[in-house]
């Protein structure tokens, strides 16, 4: 909060401090509201869609998600950790083929900052639900 009170149109500061709220799942809607700042300032930054689409699904506006974390993913395609997101979203909107397929990328990709066991769990557990 520093770094934003001595700058308030630090993107990278804005994005930080509001998808570290959403990862905790503290103060949702500021969280949203610091991303939609940085996004304001870089609005064709792939990593601020990622924590703007991570910030509405922890708040349960999968809808609204959606299109944030797809084009995050497709902007970012190696990135473990935005995939995983855009995962855990398809999942909750009940597409589980999709699901697994963004899942499955996540496994190939940069595994940043991912649970590699969670994500082989959560294919598992979504090719079970397909049967």
Do not use: C, M
């Not at 473990?80 to 855990?88: K, Q, R, T």
């Amino acid at each position: 909060t520093a770094a934003i009170a001595s700058d308030p149109l630090s993107a990278p500061a804005l994005n930080s401090l509001g998808y570290t709220l959403a990862e905790r799942g503290e103060r949702l809607p500021e969280a949203v509201s610091f991303i939609e700042r940085a996004l304001k300032v870089e609005p064709d930054n792939p990593a601020y869609f990622d924590s703007l689409g991570w910030a509405l699904f922890k708040q349960g506006r999968t809808e609204e998600a959606e299109p944030y974390l797809r084009k995050a993913a497709d902007a970012l395609p190696s990135q473990s950790v935005i995939l995983d997101h855009y995962g855990d979203v398809l999942l909750r909107r009940g597409k589980l083929g999709e699901a697994i397929g963004v899942w499955e990328r996540a496994l190939a990709g940069d595994g940043l900052d991912v649970d590699v066991a969670a994500i082989q769990k959560k294919i598992k557990d979504a090719k079970g639900r397909q049967k």
